[in-house]
C-alpha cells in the first residue's frame, strides 16, 4: 500500500519560515499532480496549492505571493516552502498525491496523516 508522511512542521513567530516536505513510499507506479491542503480548527479541508508532473503550478490566491510547492520525483517528494507567516496560516497541513500503483491500474488519491503549523504573533 502507498502511504504519505509529511514532516517540518512546528511552531513560529509571525514573519518567520517554514518548509513543509511529504514523501510517498510503497507501490507507486506512476505519481500525477502533487497537493498541499490545510484545516484550520474548526473548518473543512481545503485546497493549498498543486504542482503537476511538468512543474505546472496552482496556487489558492490568499498564500500564492508567499508559499512555493516543488516537488523531486526521484525521492517521490513534494515540498512546501512557506515564507512570512502569519498567525491565520496556522493549521494541519495535508499532503495529497495522485498515484498509479501499477500497469494498468487507475489514479487514486493517497492522503497524508497531516503535520501542524502554529504561528504566533
Known amino acids: 500500500q502507498v502511504q504519505l508522511v509529511e514532516s517540518g512542521g512546528g511552531l513560529v513567530q509571525t514573519g518567520g519560515s517554514l518548509r513543509l516536505s511529504c514523501v510517498a513510499s510503497?507501490?507507486?507506479?506512476?505519481?500525477?499532480?502533487m497537493r498541499w491542503y490545510l484545516q484550520a480548527p474548526g473548518k473543512e479541508r481545503e485546497f493549498l496549492a498543486v504542482?503537476?508532473?511538468?512543474?505546472?503550478?496552482n496556487y489558492a490566491d490568499p498564500v500564492k505571493r508567499r508559499f512555493t510547492i516543488s516537488r523531486d520525483n526521484a525521492k517521490n517528494t513534494v515540498y512546501l516552502q512557506m515564507n512570512s507567516l502569519e498567525p491565520e496560516d496556522s493549521a494541519v497541513y495535508y499532503c495529497?498525491?495522485?498515484?498509479?500503483?501499477?500497469?494498468?491500474?487507475?489514479?487514486?488519491?493517497?492522503w497524508g496523516q497531516g503535520t501542524q503549523v502554529t504561528v504566533t504573533s
Open positions: 495529497n498525491m495522485r498515484i498509479v500503483e501499477g500497469p494498468y491500474r487507475d489514479y487514486e488519491d493517497f
Open positions: 510503497g507501490s507507486i507506479y506512476v505519481i500525477d499532480a
Open positions: 504542482i503537476k508532473p511538468s512543474g505546472r503550478t
